[in-house]
């Protein structure tokens, strides 16, 4: 009996597996595909070298920036735009249609049942996420939960794919996943092998390593990227108001990335963000705390989240802003096998 579940359970993983591999084919157009439409094959390897690997992602880019690759002339760019345009459609589409495309969004769980009813189902790709909050809130515990959450099959609320994980804080254990895959009776080692792993030392770095991903992404099933701090390192690598247009605009783009990344490969951004002292908040804020990084990051994050403190092990968790959730709060514990829900 138990042996036929097993086999069971096997054939609907390997269904589940199939089933994502079709819709992966729907989802971006690879750049290839632009040699049967008469352009030459050295000018496609010229865009992969840039980091354009998928016909979505060519046409997330500006035709000045792409006059910017070495050995690509306007007029080369402009036949190549015609050509992807003929591949992919980026007009208009009617609402129902873009309701369709929305069921190709998939929601990941935090690991707790509370914390996902509060997102409507978890983390959910194709969306910035964003978690602000003090240092000890809880915002690198999720991001370590995800990492195990996100290589869970879809039919057991995961993503089915791997992990691509920047960090800037130096945070990242990955013997604190080893308990965690237990407890989601994952095998530790296969986890940590679906996990790819940068450090990032300066902005510039941060942002090549977001360049690089393109390539990796475009080959394998990637659900989750995780940015850990996004801004930790724009605060050290830009100082004082003089520098500060210039740090805002370097972090758009920054932020733009992410953006498309997440539209192109149909991922999951998680980022964590840092808090600053709001001295000028008033008298009657009780906690002049808000997220560093202005209007530029609060307006590139999709779901916006604030997590602070509880009693003990606890932790709250506060829709700051979403276009599809109501304000509410939850709370949930950090546990030794991760995010979990809180126990009174």
Do not use: W
């Not at 840039?50 to 880019?61: D, P, Q, V």
């Not at 705390?289 to 003990?312: D, E, I, N, S």
Request: hydrophobic share 40%; aromatic share 6%.
């Amino acid at each position: 009996m138990l042996a036929t579940l097993k086999a069971e359970e096997q054939s609907q993983l390997q269904l589940v597996e199939r089933e994502d591999i079709d819709d992966e084919d729907d989802l971006f157009e690879a750049i290839d595909k632009l040699i049967a439409q008469g352009i030459n094959a050295g000018d496609v390897k010229k865009l992969q070298d840039a980091g354009i690997y998928t016909c979505n992602g060519l046409m997330m880019h500006t035709k000045k920036n792409l006059t910017g690759i070495k050995g690509l002339s306007e007029a080369k760019v402009d036949k190549i735009c015609e050509a992807a345009e003929k591949i992919v459609n980026f007009g208009y589409i009617t609402g129902s249609d873009a309701l369709l495309r929305r069921k190709s969004v998939i929601r990941i769980t935090t690991g707790s049942q509370a914390l996902d009813e509060l997102l409507g189902g978890g983390i959910e790709t194709l969306a910035i996420t964003e978690a602000f909050g003090e240092f000890r809130s809880g915002k690198t515990q999720l991001a370590h939960t995800l990492c195990v959450s996100t290589q869970l099959p879809t039919n057991m609320r995961g993503g089915n794919g791997k992990v691509a994980y920047i960090d800037t804080e130096g945070t990242f254990r990955p013997d604190r996943i080893v308990p965690i895959a237990e407890r989601f009776g994952m095998d530790p080692g296969a986890v940590l092998d679906n996990i790819i792993y940068a450090r990032a030392y300066t902005y510039e770095h941060q942002y090549n390593l977001l360049l690089g991903l393109a390539a990796k992404m475009s080959e394998e099933p990637f659900r989750l990227l995780i940015v850990d701090s996004v801004i930790a390192l724009f605060r050290v690598d830009f100082t004082g108001r003089g520098e500060l247009a210039e740090r805002q605009q370097k972090l758009a783009q920054m932020l733009s990335r992410l953006t498309k990344i997440a539209e192109e490969f149909n991922v999951a951004v998680y980022m964590t963000n840092q808090v600053i002292a709001d001295p000028g908040g008033g008298v009657f804020i009780s906690d002049p705390k808000k997220p560093a990084g202005g209007h530029v990051l609060a307006h590139a994050a999709t779901v916006r989240l604030m997590f602070r403190k509880g009693k003990g092990e606890q932790r709250v968790c506060k829709v700051f802003d979403a276009p599809n959730l109501p304000e509410a709060e939850a709370v949930f514990q950090i546990t030794p096998g991760g995010i979990a829900d809180a126990k009174d």
